[in-house]
């Protein structure tokens, strides 16, 4: 059966109380905003944003709305809920539609997570990263692990239908003890959703002037390896199935569907500075810096910044190395000839399995996902 494209929409909130060594997204702490952009003054901007998106709607409504940063809950609850609304207000939220925000576990209330709640969000995704006072602070993060059950807790209190735990594996100094612990805590936790990343030095980030400095000496791959290995072991015993390489989810109406949205190259608007969105075949981006979108949109200017077309190659590219990434795979079908003729060699290596006339990469797959795309779209 044919998927049908759904429309979902980005809220992308800048703030962070301290910046993560470790993080490139988007982000400032207030020491780094300029004039203009300021968090009691966001939620206006970027519901101005929101409202100049009606006339390129055509007429869908908004399956997914993810809130993302920084920490969106560096802002009022009420604020949340006030974008939330202007979402709705001007392109419409489709009956059943997931609204999530992420959370830092020291950024909540009982009384701020029951407002997000009455407000219409029915999914949180908790940045946990780790259960291990010494790997969080070589990533720089401040919340105390003890405050982690019990922010969970209050988001159940709320009425919160579905709870993410988002897990970070592969910091130096973290020992495979370690890792265990943080996975023995999510699932002490028992959430709807667990997300679990290496870690990725980015260019450009305090963390990669460390490694490069020899400050830290990020594992081997082998260790990452196994890392990955223990996550899916323990989270798999926990009744937590994986659906993308680094996600499992207690069934599939647990599974995050804005992710979903976007590894099946649906539609979306992004708002917010640096945003992308994509519709339509076109992909764009906004201004990046908070204080140039703020200035855009006081104008009454678009916050965009550039785009591209998307051909059809590129297109196809992106739809087999998104796609391959899924318990649900690719349809043979839908693979060139050119590809089709890699399947027998990829399965020869247990990189992958052919199932339902689907290819669905192995256990042993998922750990070399890239060069098995690589195989594919070469």
């Given at each position: ?10 809220v ?8 993560c ?9 207030a ?7 300021t ?7 970027a ?7 009606a ?5 869908r409504t ?7 940063g ?21 392109l ?11 959370a830092n ?36 993060r ?21 709870v ?11 020992s ?19 997300s679990?990343y290496?870690?990725i ?10 490694v ?17 290995l ?6 798999t ?10 996600n ?11 992710n ?21 075949g ?7 810096h908070p ?16 785009g591209e077309?998307?051909d ?36 020869a ?5 052919v ?20 195989q594919?779209?070469?």
């Open positions: 059966m044919t998927r049908g494209r759904a429309l979902g929409v980005y992308h909130v800048p703030f962070c109380s301290v910046r060594g470790y993080c490139d997204f988007n982000t400032y702490t020491d780094e905003l300029g004039e203009g952009a968090r009691a003054s966001y939620a206006d901007t519901i101005a944003e929101i409202v100049r998106s006339p390129a709607a055509g007429g908004v399956e997914t709305v993810f809130f993302g920084g920490t969106p809950t560096q802002l009022p609850a009420d604020d949340l809920v006030r974008m939330l609304g202007a979402v709705d207000d001007v419409g939220l489709a009956a059943g539609a997931e609204v999530t925000t992420e576990p020291d950024s909540v209330t009982p009384e701020s997570l029951a407002t997000l709640r009455r407000g219409g969000f029915n999914r949180i995704s908790f940045g946990v990263q780790s259960a291990v006072p010494h790997v969080l602070a070589t990533l720089e401040t919340h105390d692990p003890a405050r982690v059950p019990q922010a969970v807790r209050w988001a159940r209190e709320a009425g919160f239908e579905q993410s735990v988002d897990l970070i594996y592969g910091t130096p100094g973290e495979m003890d370690d890792w265990r612990a943080s996975l023995d805590q999510a699932v002490a936790l028992e959430p709807d959703h667990v679990a290496a870690l030095v980015e260019q450009g980030t305090a963390f990669a002037r460390k490069r400095r020899g400050e830290v000496v990020m594992p081997d791959d082998d260790q990452t390896a196994d890392k990955y223990l996550a899916d072991e323990l989270l015993s926990a009744g937590l199935g994986w659906y993308e390489l680094s499992w989810a207690r069934d599939e109406g647990a599974q995050c569907r804005h979903v949205l976007y590894w099946h190259s649906d539609d979306w608007f992004g708002f917010g500075p640096g945003a992308h969105s994509h519709l339509a076109e992909r764009w981006w906004n201004v990046k204080a140039a979108y703020a200035q855009r949109l006081a104008a009454d200017e678009s916050p965009r910044h550039d077309t998307i059809a190659a590129t297109a196809e590219i992106e739809r087999i190395m998104l796609q391959t990434r899924l318990r649900t795979g690719l349809e043979l079908a839908s693979l060139s000839p050119d590809a089709r003729a890699q399947v027998a060699d990829l399965a290596r247990d990189l992958v399995t199932f339902d006339d689907r290819l669905v990469l192995t256990l042993t797959g998922r750990l070399l996902a890239d060069a098995v795309v690589r594919l779209v070469d």
